[in-house]
């Protein structure tokens, strides 16, 4: 039987700033517990933030085959492929996401800014504007949005998104420089 007091500790003592000790003590964790899917995931995030990210990777892909439902390996898996443009990877994953948790706010704005990257901005405008009406505060999404339209030479339509975004969270500079850019 698995010590969840041990692994919450751990845990905690990472969130607490004791991020190589921790990842070395749930390493250890895993070898006692090596079928603890909570640990292996935690262990994924840990190698993420930590910049191990064949250890993550590899990690998540093994929960994945384990818990079929298990969304949150996806969607951090997903996330390291758009980081490192590896956008078909992340689509694939992004969409397996969506089956699992239907309109997910975040997977959704996520899809739209991944096909705007394959250049299919068209595609992901009816993402996007689902994922906005699900989240009217998500800046990121704004943003998104504002991408899209520039790329579908709505210019005028970005100009007023990059305004919101900007309004919604002044300190997001993203939307300045995408601003700035549709302004030219």
Known sequence: KKNINRLNEIIKNFH????????????DYIKIYPNDLVALYNFAYMSEILNKLEVAIKNYVFIINQDKNHWQS?????????????????LKL??????????YQPALRDRALTKYYLGKPDEGLSDILKSIN?????????NVLGLIYGSLKQNLEAKKVFEKAIKVNPNYFPSYNNYGNCLQ
């Open 16 to 27: 607490d700033g004791n991020k190589e000790e921790s990842y070395n003590n749930l390493k």
């Open 74 to 90: 996806r969607f951090n898996l997903y996330l390291i492929f758009i980081k490192s443009k590896k956008y078909k990877e992340a």
């Open 94 to 103: 992004i969409n397996e996401v969506l089956k699992i948790k239907n309109d």
């Open 134 to 142: 699900l989240n009217q505060k998500d800046y990121i999404a704004l």
